[in-house]
Each structure stands twice: as C-alpha cells, then as structure tokens.
C-alpha cells in the first residue's frame, strides 16, 4: 500500500546548480521556519569545507510539512567523487528532482546521477533552475535533458517526466516561463502529485536500512535510514542483521524523526518514514534492523568499486610530533576504519608494514576532502600520490578510464590537445559554437589525470572548466609520463634565506617563504629541468669589512608560490610525500638521504 502521508525525495544536480539554494526555499516557505528566526544561506551546507569549497560533500535530509503531508528531502553530492554519497542516498526516496542550470544545461556530473536514478527506476521530475540568467537557453536546455534521457536508455514513463521553472535564490517557481507565480508552490504541487507516497506496510514485520551514520556526544553512534515496513518503538527488542551475522536483542534508548533541520525525539515511528536511532553498537551502513524472532534483512546497498588509491603512512620526518595530537598507527587507524564506517564508497586494508594503511576511494577529491577533515581534527601523517587500482580480465591487465569534458577559450585547443594525447588521451568530441569558447570531450585512463588539472588551469589561464566521469576499463595503456619537471630538494635543516633564495630565481620556483624551516630531503621547489636538483637552502652571504653603495642592495625575490592540499598531492612523483599536520603542508622525498636517493637511481639504471 502507497501512503499519502509521506513524500521521500532526493535533489540530484551537477555541482553548483542551486540544490541547496532551493532547500533554503523550500524549508522557508513551507513554514519550518518562523518568520523571525535568521536561516543562513545554503544550511543543509553544515560542514566548514562545504561552506569553504561551495559544494556538498555528505548526504544530508531534512523534512518538511506542506498540506498535511510530511516531505522527506535528502540533499545529495553532485561531484562524482563522492558517488557512494549519492547510492545510498537514492535508497531512502521513491522520486528525484533534477536541477539543472538554465544556461549551462546538463553537465557531466548530472548524467552520473541521473543514470543512478533511472537504473532505481525512481519518478524524476525536471526543476531548469536559474531562469533569471542573463545568458538564459531554457528551450535548448530542456531538449539537452531529452537527449540525455534517450543516451541513458530511459524508458517511455521515465521520459515524460513534469517540468518545473525555477529562481532558486529568489524562491519562485513556474509552470510555465513568465508566469505569475512569486513563490515555490508550483513545484509543491508537483511533488505531492507526481511522486508517489513510499509503499509501506506498518502491519507487517519491521525492516529498517540502515543508510547513513551519525554521532551525538549524549547518546551516542545514531543509525539513519528509511523504515520500509512495519513499526519501531522504545522497550521492544529487535534484532540486527550484519554483513556476516545477527545480533539479537538490540533495543533502542532513543527514536528520531526529522522536522526540519531538526531530530524529534518520539516514542514510535510508522513505515515509510526517514527516522533515526540511537542505542545500538557496532552497525554499519546496509545493516537492517528487523524483527528479533523471524530476521529478515533488506539487500544490502550496493556501490560501484573505488578506482583510486593511497598509502597512508604515520609521520617519521624530523618534524614529527611537533604540531599533531593524533600521531600514531593506532591513532591513524582508528580515524579511518570510522572513515569507512561512514563512507560505503571508502575501503581501507591494512599493508605488509604496520605504520602504512592503503585507502581505496572515487577519486582525488573525495581522498583530498578526507586528508583535510583529518588534518583539521588533529592528525599528523604521510599520504602517497594516488594509484590507480588495476584489474585482470582474460589474463590482461586492465586499468579504469576516464570520459574528460572541457570547456576551454579556442585559443587553448591545441596545447590541451597536445598535453592530453601525451597522457593516452584520446579525443572523441570538438564543438567550436563560435563565440570564442569550445566544448571537448577525451577519452583517457584514469592514471593521465592524476596531477593534470592544475597543470590544466596553468594552460587555460584558468579559463578552462573540466569534468571526468568513470567510463570503464581499457587494457593497460602502457607508461604514461606524469610529472616533466624536477625537484628542487633542501640538503640540510635551516631556515630559508632571502640570499639563498635570490640564487633560485633561475633553477626554478621556490615554495616556501623565507624564514621557513626545512629539514634534509625536504622539496622546497619545483626545477626547470627533469632531474631532481639538492641545493643549499640555507646559505647566508658571507660577511666581509668591505664596503660598496650598492654592495647591499635590497634582494627583490619573487613570492613563492604556496601549494594547497589538492595542488600538493597533484604535484608529488612516485618517490615523493605529502607530510600532513594541523598547521603545515610540506613535500618531502621518501628518502631523506641524499646518497640512498642517487645509489637507488643508479641501481634502477642498471636494473
């Protein structure tokens, strides 16, 4: 049976299209809110890097009331990094809105997420958000979304879906473009119309899939997720249906449900809704809380394999345990064995050396975001650059590949051109629309990309917009060349100096400012040429009793130029690390000895 009272939806968009710009309207005009209390823009945002970097990284819901009807909204990622995300996600809901921007249409991230969508074969229906855009092409949008319904196989239904207008940040919606509408209840309407209520059952046993972790320093760890039938009340005993086993008499010592941005605490909950639980240890995302006398447990949710990975190594640089709390293997360990418990797309195992993890993900953004959620909690360790995870098939060795959209200035074609059919890139599209930008579409393996996208904006000027997306695996394409310059390496422990600096200008760029203390084996550059360069960081000039008017001249150096965490782990080699603490950054070799660097260099040459 449908139930009418209940509305579960997902938003699903490419990243900056208006979702959580349209959750804001939607909690304000639905009266969650009273009309004096302050709601900061993009709340469901919660996370100081979602605010920091303008998108979403973790799931979110809310819930809200409209004409006696409870709507359940979970506000989803929209980078495919963080596609685990969005799969379990699409577990809690029976529809979909797909947002898309009136003036850049359907981008690469939308097909991800659509395609996901459609294979749950959940209602869509179309919100062209942005309408007000000066550069507006409504009517070319809506056939772009057509054609992408078509290219993911939709079926007859899924294709005619209810299209919606909206300007997100003013809170309208339309029927129809230029219609009289001022507020969201438009699309209101739609979703209590063409999303269908959940199909539950509260007679029948209680099954409750677990999708969504959380933690509440009160009562502790918090399980999330749909109540697909039956009921869950205090003082009754259930049972918890793992991966491996079933644990019995699990009771609850606190029930939820959502009201706006808000847990409610109740006594009971009916079937169909998105609620909460507190009380039970030692669960995991796809667990099903169930009946404790007759168990039956749901499918568990399913995700695509991660195609990336990185050794993470606890610190032993000279500066170790100078500015982390959390140091140790233990520590490290710990962090991200939670990591995985709440990210079903994250896989960590253990290596043949106890101080070294290897963590399986999406992509380097999804492992970036991680770093520095650790970082910032206080953890000191040593990340790898990226592998890609390679699979066999036939007795050949396969590797993932990448579909790359750019958006580039036409003047820009041919270096990009060039620099990615260097990496195996093949291209498989050229649009020139002529007003001065061009659309292309490559081919690529995974491994190509891995440090190009900075090295992309350089090229670009940073003109160019680029998007991948997982297309498969390829057999091994061979070597691919990474990173075409060298190192500028410190061989001893000092400061910086302005003096030592002035003699780089032209070996290279220096990263560090001056003043900056560095140990041997330390990267403090990039060079100009391939090979890796050890200098003398630290020189001061020599003092002498001679004196000149322009012996001492002020130094003029050109400002370093200071990496990020993202731009930091692009631009490592093989035999490089990023050393992570709460306060600092820094490159390093993997072996600080200058001499074991050349006798290990020679020895390859031999080899």
């Not at 359940?72 to 990622?77: K, W």
């Not at 339309?174 to 509260?202: M, N, Q, R, W, Y």
């Not at 990496?563 to 992570?580: G, K, N």
Request: aromatic share 6%.
């Amino acid at each position: 049976m449908r139930k009418e009272s209940f509305r579960n939806i997902a938003i699903i968009a490419h990243v900056d299209h208006g979702k959580t710009t349209l959750v804001d309207g939607l909690l304000r005009q639905s009266g969650t809110f009273a009309a004096h209390q302050a709601l900061t823009d993009r709340v469901m945002d919660s996370m100081d890097l979602e605010k920091e970097r303008g998108i979403t990284i973790a799931a979110k819901n809310t819930a809200i009331r409209y004409k006696d009807v409870k709507i359940n909204i979970v506000d989803t990622p929209g980078h495919a990094d963080f596609s685990g995300e969005v799969e379990r996600s699409l577990n809690l809901v029976d529809g979909a809105l797909l947002l898309v921007d009136a003036s850049e249409g359907p981008l690469p991230q939308t097909r991800f997420v659509l395609r996901k969508t459609l294979e749950k074969n959940l209602t869509v229906i179309l919100v062209i958000n942005k309408i007000d855009r000066h550069d507006a092409r409504i009517d070319e949008v809506l056939n772009e979304v057509y054609d992408l319904f078509i290219d993911l196989n939709a079926t007859d239904e899924q294709i005619e879906f209810p299209i919606v207008y909206t300007n997100a940040r003013a809170g309208e919606a339309h029927f129809e473009v230029g219609d009289d509408s001022t507020d969201l209840t438009p699309l209101f309407t739609t979703i209590l119309e063409k999303i269908p209520g959940p199909l539950a059952d509260d007679d029948q046993l209680p099954q409750f899939l677990i999708t969504s972790l959380d933690h509440d320093p009160y009562v502790g760890p918090i399980a999330i997720g749909r109540l697909n039938n039956g009921t869950l009340a205090l003082n009754r005993s259930y049972a918890l249906c793992g991966a491996e086993s079933i644990t019995r008499n699990i009771k609850f010592s606190a029930i939820y449900t959502f009201e706006g941005l808000k847990k409610v605490q109740v006594d009971q909950v009916m079937a169909g809704d998105i609620v909460a639980v507190a009380g039970v240890e030692n669960f995991a995302i796809g667990d099903t809380i169930t009946d404790e006398d007759d168990p039956q447990p749901l499918t568990r949710i399913k995700v695509d394999d991660p195609t990336l990975s990185m050794l993470f190594y606890v610190n032993n640089s000279p500066t170790a345990g100078q500015e982390g709390k959390f140091l140790t293997s233990r520590h490290i360990g710990e962090r991200l064995n939670r990591a995985m418990l709440n990210d079903v797309s994250l896989h960590v195992s253990v290596t043949d050396r106890a101080d070294v993890f290897e963590v399986r993900g999406r992509g380097e953004l999804q492992m970036a975001i991680l770093i520095e959620t650790m970082r910032r909690e206080g953890y000191e360790f040593m990340v790898s650059k990226p592998r890609v995870i390679t699979r066999e098939e036939k007795g050949k060795l396969q590797e993932p590949m990448e579909q790359v959209f750019l958006d580039i200035p036409e003047e820009h074609i041919g270096v990009v051109t060039e620099k990615l059919s260097k990496r195996k890139g093949r291209m498989t599209n050229l649009e020139n629309h002529g007003h001065g930008r061009a659309n292309m579409e490559f081919l690529i393996p995974s491994r190509g990309l891995i440090g190009f996208r900075s090295q992309f904006m350089t090229d670009t000027k940073g003109a160019g917009i680029m998007n991948s997306l997982f297309n498969g695996y390829a057999d091994w394409f061979g070597p691919i060349p990474q990173r075409s310059s060298g190192a500028l390496v410190a061989d001893r422990a000092g400061k910086v100096t302005p003096y030592a600096a002035f003699g780089m200008v032209d070996r290279g760029e220096l990263f560090l400012a001056t003043g900056t203390m560095v140990y041997a084996g330390m990267i403090i550059g990039e060079r100009n040429r391939e090979v890796d360069l050890d200098v003398n960081i630290t020189r001061e000039k020599k003092l002498t009793n001679m004196r000149a008017a322009s012996a001492d001249t002020t130094v003029n150096l050109r400002p370093p130029r200071a990496l990020s965490l993202d731009q930091s782990i692009e631009f490592i080699a093989e035999d490089e690390l990023v050393e992570v603490t709460p306060l600092s950054i820094r490159l390093r070799k993997q072996e600080l000895d200058a001499g074991k660097r050349i006798s290990a260099r020679r020895r390859e040459k031999q080899g």
